[in-house]
């Protein structure tokens, strides 16, 4: 749900094609809800596949979002279910906002689901920003 309050902690497509572009890096969709239009747009700018499957409910099959969680290298996402179900399933995921939420405790990561890292630009709070340092961490995981 998309509101005036929610939709700064949120970004674009584009803001992650940076992502897509890493050598080595396979990119596979858990976000639910109608994000095909989006999707084909990016792999057209990219020319990367992200994988995804037509006939996997995300948005209604909690189980199935939470299995694919769990085989992959890791996540990352925005504000959304996908981060909590993907910490949940024990999957190292980071999670890009402006800042900290109460709920990290004055911490870089949730207390209650410690799988959970907080990637937030501390002198910008700007969402891309964020993403950039995100998308430099995963970089340098792949590099080693």
Same mark, same amino acid.
């Given at each position: ?8 902690? $949120? ?5 992650? =094609? ?12 858990? &976000? $639910?809800?109608?994000?095909? =239009?989006?999707?084909?747009? @990016? ?15 995300? &948005? ?6 939470? @299995?694919?969680? &769990?085989?992959? +290298? ?9 981060? !909590? ?22 911490? +870089?990561?949730? !207390?209650?689901?410690?799988?959970? +890292? ?9 969402? !891309?920003? @964020? ?5 430099? &961490?995963?970089? @340098?995981?792949?590099?080693?």
């Amino acid at each position: 749900m998309i509101s005036p309050t929610r939709s700064s902690s $949120y970004t674009l497509m584009e803001d992650w =094609d940076e992502l897509l572009l890493l050598p080595d890096v396979a990119v596979i969709n858990l &976000q $639910y809800g109608l994000c095909e =239009d989006e999707l084909l747009a @990016a792999e057209e700018r990219t020319g990367k596949t992200i994988i995804r499957w037509q006939d996997t409910d995300l &948005q209604n099959d909690m189980e199935v979002v939470a @299995a694919l969680s &769990q085989v992959l +290298h890791g996540a990352c996402s925005v504000g959304t279910a996908v981060a !909590q179900i993907a910490g949940a399933a024990g999957q190292t995921t980071r999670l890009v906002c402006k800042k900290p939420a109460w709920t990290a405790i004055g911490t +870089h990561q949730f !207390q209650f689901c410690p799988d959970i +890292h907080l990637v937030f630009d501390e002198k910008s709070n700007d969402m !891309q920003d @964020a993403v950039a340092k995100c998308i430099a &961490q995963i970089a @340098a995981l792949t590099i080693n």
